[in-house]
């Protein structure tokens, strides 16, 4: 697909540059018979070769325009291709960062779990048109989706409807994302005008009109500009306001044509949004002074739709909200329906009961990743050598859930759990700034988590617990935590390397031993990344320190 799209833009910038060149050619040869008549008297060739000229050269600009229009969405598709493979391969970064994605990026659940940023689940996810679209997935990912049981359904349903819409998306997108607080602020902040201003320039008008065929059509005339002039301060602002909204209005009424054609929305939705379109763009034609002057001459022309739109502003204020949440609705639909149709079309079983069962479960963002199957009923305590895979494996479950909560499809062969909420500490910052060391804010960190543990039953993830502190305490508060959090209702995963901890499955039913294996063959050391039952068995500090050149005592 892409190589196919890289061939037509090829194919399609060859055609641009020989319209450029076409124009150029047919502008030089113009002058040169203009010349040429000129010089051999034939003035009366003047008008045939002037209008033919002029057919020609709108007939170039009409193709060049819609090639270069063309051209633009294309090279929209072929990017958005491209995003579809590299997320697929787990190679995709999101190079660029709106306010909105640095905003909630160092939360705590998104740094655990790479939810938000460059590299994260919402590079891998978001196929938004709109920032506030945009923003509603963001919050989604972070806090979960209440409809997400109906999201299957609805997504195997549009199946079909996925390559119109994402023509569609396209289209839109080639001109940029859409940011609709301009036109919420314009609805509710702009200041009202005052009828007087829009009166009096009509009654000029009026008298201009009863004047015209009379000796005192001047004084007519004078009364109108006067009256205007006068009057123009006072809603020029207004004018001006709307005009900075034509781009946005002319990209959104084709998404609202789009959304009434595919039954989105009714034919009654947003009729003053739709009419609030129509006369920006009978204002926009004034955008040349001359064109200005003439049209208002004939007609009070920016008085009227400077009027309409300002009456239009309460109705516009009260749809606004609506509007605002059903493009919300479509982008965050879309962003899952894409997910679906190019990454995976697994849905979690979302279940009543608090179980968390997956097959051949493995993480979005890696390029090679390792699917492992595991059961979760009550606390698993996975131990294993460095760079075995625990870590990675906290934010595969985490990732997954994450998507289960939002309705969008999971990287597992099949997955079932609970709309469950997630209580992380897997990465955790000092703060020089507020005087709290690495323990303290884990410490913090830690006693959040048992006390939402056990109030209600949710999944919680913790890596290398209290690892920053001596052995005989870690392991002392180590034991309590994992021992008090058995008690509860909640079930979740804690890694260690702390090998004395693997004792407490003895002590309750509800702790369970699993670890991830490495070997070491001479100085190297290799790793099968399959989560097994029971502890582990092997350690690698020392051969990793040997491995990078640190003398170790015998």
Known sequence: MVLRLEQKISVLQQAIHRLQSYRLFSFLLFLSLILFFYFAKLETLYLPLILIF???????LIRFRRASSHLVSLQELQAFEERQVARKAGTYKLLETSAYVEAFKDSPLSRDLDLIGEKSLFSQINETLTHEGELYLIENILNGNTSHADFSKKIKDLKKQYFKDKRHYIKLKAGGSLLLEPLLKWAKNQPPIHPASFLSVYVGYVLFLALLLTPYKNMGLLIYLTSYIISFSNFHSAYSKALE???????????????????????????????????????????NPLVLVLLNLVFPWTAFFTHLLSRAQKSVAKEAPLLIQILKDWDYLFSIRSLYQYQTTTFASMSETHQWQAKEIFHPLLSNPKANSFDLNSLALITGSNMSGKSTFLRTIGVNQVLANMGAPVFAASLTTWPATILSCIKVSDSIENGISYFYAEALRLKAVLSKANETPCLFLIDEIFRGTNNKERYIGAKSLILSLSKGPSIGIVTTHDLDLVDLETLTSRIKNYHFHDEVRGKELYFSFDLKEGPSKTTNALQILKNVGIPILE
Not at 54 to 60: R, T
Not at 272 to 278: A, I, N, P, Y
């Open 245 to 287: 909204l034509e781009a946005l209005l002319f990209s959104l009424k084709k998404h609202l044509r789009y959304l009434l054609k595919t039954d989105w929305i009714s034919s009654k939705s947003f009729v003053s949004l739709r009419r609030v379109s129509t006369w920006v763009s009978f204002l926009s034609v004034q955008a």
């Open 54 to 60: 002029a057919f020609v050269f709108v007939y170039l």
